[in-house]
Protein backbone atom coordinates (compact mmCIF):
# COMPACT_ATOMS: atom_id res chain seq x y z
CA UNK A 1 0.00 0.00 0.00
CA UNK A 2 1.43 3.31 -1.01
CA UNK A 3 0.79 6.91 0.97
CA UNK A 4 1.67 10.14 1.44
CA UNK A 5 2.26 12.57 4.63
CA UNK A 6 2.53 16.35 4.16
CA UNK A 7 3.96 17.74 7.13
CA UNK A 8 2.38 21.21 7.34
CA UNK A 9 -0.98 21.66 6.93
CA UNK A 10 0.08 25.44 6.28
CA UNK A 11 3.47 27.17 5.51
CA UNK A 12 4.02 31.01 4.98
CA UNK A 13 7.07 32.88 4.26
CA UNK A 14 7.98 36.36 3.39
CA UNK A 15 8.38 37.33 -0.25
CA UNK A 16 11.82 37.06 -1.17
CA UNK A 17 12.57 34.35 1.22
CA UNK A 18 13.15 30.31 0.63
CA UNK A 19 10.00 27.88 0.55
CA UNK A 20 10.34 24.28 1.94
CA UNK A 21 7.13 22.59 1.98
CA UNK A 22 7.68 18.54 3.59
CA UNK A 23 6.56 15.13 2.39
CA UNK A 24 7.23 12.02 3.28
CA UNK A 25 6.26 8.84 0.98
CA UNK A 26 5.14 5.02 2.00
CA UNK A 27 5.13 2.72 -0.65
CA UNK A 28 5.74 -0.85 -1.90
CA UNK A 29 7.58 -0.66 -4.57
CA UNK A 30 9.69 2.34 -6.66
CA UNK A 31 7.45 4.98 -6.44
CA UNK A 32 6.93 8.47 -9.23
CA UNK A 33 6.27 10.47 -6.99
CA UNK A 34 4.63 14.35 -7.70
CA UNK A 35 3.80 17.62 -6.41
CA UNK A 36 0.99 19.62 -7.96
CA UNK A 37 -0.48 22.99 -7.63
CA UNK A 38 -3.72 24.45 -6.61
CA UNK A 39 -4.39 27.97 -7.46
CA UNK A 40 -7.88 29.93 -5.47
CA UNK A 41 -10.41 28.05 -7.76
CA UNK A 42 -8.35 26.90 -10.17
CA UNK A 43 -7.68 22.90 -11.27
CA UNK A 44 -4.43 21.14 -9.67
CA UNK A 45 -1.82 21.83 -12.42
CA UNK A 46 1.47 19.71 -12.69
CA UNK A 47 4.12 21.37 -11.17
CA UNK A 48 7.03 18.53 -11.40
CA UNK A 49 7.77 14.60 -11.12
CA UNK A 50 10.20 12.08 -10.45
CA UNK A 51 10.20 8.86 -12.23
CA UNK A 52 13.62 7.16 -10.95
CA UNK A 53 15.82 9.18 -13.39
CA UNK A 54 17.98 12.19 -11.37
CA UNK A 55 16.70 12.59 -7.96
CA UNK A 56 17.03 16.43 -8.06
CA UNK A 57 13.99 16.81 -9.87
CA UNK A 58 12.94 20.49 -11.70
CA UNK A 59 9.49 21.82 -11.93
CA UNK A 60 7.89 24.95 -13.38
CA UNK A 61 8.32 28.39 -12.14
CA UNK A 62 11.65 28.18 -10.34
CA UNK A 63 10.08 25.03 -7.82
CA UNK A 64 12.36 21.61 -7.27
CA UNK A 65 11.95 18.74 -5.14
CA UNK A 66 14.71 16.15 -4.17
CA UNK A 67 14.32 12.14 -3.72
CA UNK A 68 15.75 10.79 -0.98
CA UNK A 69 14.94 7.36 -1.10
CA UNK A 70 16.70 7.13 2.62
CA UNK A 71 14.61 9.00 4.57
CA UNK A 72 11.55 8.24 2.36
CA UNK A 73 11.06 12.12 1.25
CA UNK A 74 9.98 14.39 -1.45
CA UNK A 75 10.54 18.14 -0.04
CA UNK A 76 9.72 20.71 -2.29
CA UNK A 77 11.92 23.99 -2.25
CA UNK A 78 12.39 27.16 -3.97
CA UNK A 79 15.32 29.62 -3.35
CA UNK A 80 12.62 33.07 -3.05
CA UNK A 81 9.23 33.15 -3.22
CA UNK A 82 6.87 35.46 -5.22
CA UNK A 83 3.37 36.79 -4.41
CA UNK A 84 2.51 34.61 -7.15
CA UNK A 85 3.22 31.44 -5.34
CA UNK A 86 0.31 31.36 -3.24
CA UNK A 87 -1.83 28.11 -3.27
CA UNK A 88 -2.19 24.54 -2.55
CA UNK A 89 0.07 22.42 -2.90
CA UNK A 90 -0.09 18.37 -3.35
CA UNK A 91 2.58 15.93 -2.70
CA UNK A 92 1.54 12.62 -4.53
CA UNK A 93 3.09 9.25 -4.66
CA UNK A 94 2.16 6.39 -7.26
CA UNK A 95 2.70 2.36 -7.26
CA UNK A 96 2.05 0.79 -10.07
CA UNK A 97 -1.67 -0.93 -9.77
CA UNK A 98 -2.43 -4.12 -10.64
CA UNK A 99 -3.67 -3.06 -14.09
CA UNK A 100 -0.43 -1.90 -14.96
CA UNK A 101 -0.95 1.86 -15.18
CA UNK A 102 -0.30 4.24 -11.44
CA UNK A 103 -2.82 4.81 -9.14
CA UNK A 104 -1.99 8.01 -7.49
CA UNK A 105 -2.22 8.96 -3.10
CA UNK A 106 -3.02 12.30 -2.61
CA UNK A 107 -1.52 14.23 0.40
CA UNK A 108 -3.50 16.29 2.52
CA UNK A 109 -2.21 19.76 1.04
CA UNK A 110 -0.22 22.27 2.17
CA UNK A 111 -1.47 25.95 2.21
CA UNK A 112 1.37 28.43 1.07
CA UNK A 113 0.99 31.76 2.29
CA UNK A 114 3.12 34.76 1.02
CA UNK A 115 3.51 37.53 3.21
CA UNK A 116 4.33 41.02 1.52
CA UNK B 1 -4.36 20.74 -27.09
CA UNK B 2 -7.20 22.31 -25.11
CA UNK B 3 -6.61 19.73 -22.03
CA UNK B 4 -9.49 18.26 -19.92
CA UNK B 5 -12.47 19.67 -20.39
CA UNK B 6 -15.26 20.08 -17.54
CA UNK B 7 -18.48 21.41 -17.95
CA UNK B 8 -20.34 23.17 -16.59
CA UNK B 9 -17.90 25.55 -14.57
CA UNK B 10 -20.55 25.98 -11.70
CA UNK B 11 -23.71 24.79 -11.09
CA UNK B 12 -26.77 24.98 -8.62
CA UNK B 13 -29.58 23.03 -7.89
CA UNK B 14 -31.91 22.21 -5.43
CA UNK B 15 -32.10 19.11 -3.11
CA UNK B 16 -34.27 16.02 -5.22
CA UNK B 17 -33.01 17.08 -8.46
CA UNK B 18 -30.59 15.58 -11.09
CA UNK B 19 -27.21 17.06 -11.99
CA UNK B 20 -25.23 15.63 -14.81
CA UNK B 21 -21.01 16.91 -15.03
CA UNK B 22 -19.53 16.58 -18.35
CA UNK B 23 -15.74 16.28 -19.30
CA UNK B 24 -13.97 15.40 -22.15
CA UNK B 25 -10.64 14.09 -21.41
CA UNK B 26 -7.17 14.42 -23.78
CA UNK B 27 -7.02 13.36 -26.98
CA UNK B 28 -5.21 10.16 -26.67
CA UNK B 29 -5.26 9.86 -22.81
CA UNK B 30 -6.65 6.15 -22.30
CA UNK B 31 -8.02 6.78 -18.83
CA UNK B 32 -10.23 8.75 -17.01
CA UNK B 33 -10.71 9.88 -13.19
CA UNK B 34 -13.41 11.71 -11.46
CA UNK B 35 -12.23 13.06 -8.29
CA UNK B 36 -14.42 14.94 -5.33
CA UNK B 37 -12.86 17.97 -3.39
CA UNK B 38 -13.81 19.27 -0.09
CA UNK B 39 -12.93 20.93 2.82
CA UNK B 40 -13.84 18.09 5.13
CA UNK B 41 -12.36 15.45 2.97
CA UNK B 42 -9.90 16.65 0.26
CA UNK B 43 -9.63 15.11 -2.84
CA UNK B 44 -11.23 11.74 -2.72
CA UNK B 45 -11.18 9.42 -6.31
CA UNK B 46 -14.61 8.40 -7.22
CA UNK B 47 -13.93 6.35 -10.19
CA UNK B 48 -11.48 5.89 -12.77
CA UNK B 49 -12.15 4.26 -16.66
CA UNK B 50 -9.48 2.36 -18.87
CA UNK B 51 -10.65 2.60 -22.28
CA UNK B 52 -14.02 3.44 -21.90
CA UNK B 53 -14.36 0.41 -19.30
CA UNK B 54 -15.23 1.36 -15.58
CA UNK B 55 -12.63 -0.33 -13.50
CA UNK B 56 -13.07 0.75 -9.73
CA UNK B 57 -15.94 2.79 -8.67
CA UNK B 58 -15.19 1.96 -4.78
CA UNK B 59 -14.68 5.30 -4.24
CA UNK B 60 -18.76 6.53 -5.41
CA UNK B 61 -20.43 7.55 -2.37
CA UNK B 62 -23.73 5.81 -2.57
CA UNK B 63 -25.62 4.80 -5.76
CA UNK B 64 -27.25 7.77 -6.24
CA UNK B 65 -24.20 8.42 -8.21
CA UNK B 66 -23.51 6.88 -11.42
CA UNK B 67 -20.46 7.58 -14.18
CA UNK B 68 -20.44 6.55 -17.53
CA UNK B 69 -17.47 7.01 -20.67
CA UNK B 70 -20.15 6.12 -23.97
CA UNK B 71 -16.65 7.01 -26.34
CA UNK B 72 -13.31 7.97 -25.70
CA UNK B 73 -13.88 11.30 -25.94
CA UNK B 74 -16.57 11.86 -23.32
CA UNK B 75 -17.41 11.23 -19.81
CA UNK B 76 -20.39 11.85 -17.37
CA UNK B 77 -20.99 11.85 -13.52
CA UNK B 78 -24.73 12.28 -12.85
CA UNK B 79 -25.97 12.85 -9.11
CA UNK B 80 -29.79 11.59 -9.13
CA UNK B 81 -31.41 12.36 -6.49
CA UNK B 82 -28.95 15.62 -5.42
CA UNK B 83 -28.61 16.54 -1.74
CA UNK B 84 -26.76 19.61 0.28
CA UNK B 85 -23.72 17.06 1.55
CA UNK B 86 -23.14 16.53 -2.50
CA UNK B 87 -21.77 19.77 -2.67
CA UNK B 88 -18.20 20.25 -3.68
CA UNK B 89 -15.82 20.88 -6.77
CA UNK B 90 -15.84 17.83 -8.72
CA UNK B 91 -12.86 17.16 -11.21
CA UNK B 92 -12.22 15.04 -13.97
CA UNK B 93 -8.80 13.53 -15.07
CA UNK B 94 -6.90 11.57 -17.89
CA UNK B 95 -3.55 10.09 -18.42
CA UNK B 96 -1.98 7.53 -20.78
CA UNK B 97 -0.52 4.57 -20.06
CA UNK B 98 2.93 4.35 -18.63
CA UNK B 99 4.97 5.15 -16.28
CA UNK B 100 5.37 8.69 -14.47
CA UNK B 101 2.76 10.73 -17.27
CA UNK B 102 0.83 12.08 -13.64
CA UNK B 103 -2.94 13.30 -14.25
CA UNK B 104 -3.99 16.34 -16.22
CA UNK B 105 -6.60 17.83 -14.34
CA UNK B 106 -9.27 19.75 -15.97
CA UNK B 107 -10.76 22.86 -13.88
CA UNK B 108 -13.12 21.46 -12.32
CA UNK B 109 -16.94 21.68 -11.04
CA UNK B 110 -18.28 23.66 -8.73
CA UNK B 111 -21.63 21.99 -7.42
CA UNK B 112 -23.96 23.58 -5.03
CA UNK B 113 -26.99 22.06 -4.03
CA UNK B 114 -29.34 24.37 -1.91
Known amino acids: AQSVTQLDSHVSVSEGTPVLLRCNYSSSYSPSLFWYVQHPNKGLQLLLKYTSAATLVKGINGFEAEFKKSETSFHLTKPSAHMSDAAEYFCVVSDRGSFGNEKLTFGTGTRLTIIP | DAGVIQSPRHEVTEMGQEVTLRCKPI?????LFWYRQTMMRGLELLIYFNNNVPIDDSGMPEDRFSAKMPNASFSTLKIQPSEPRDSAVYFCASTRQGRGYGYTFGSGTRLTVV
Open chain 2, 27 to 31: SGHDY
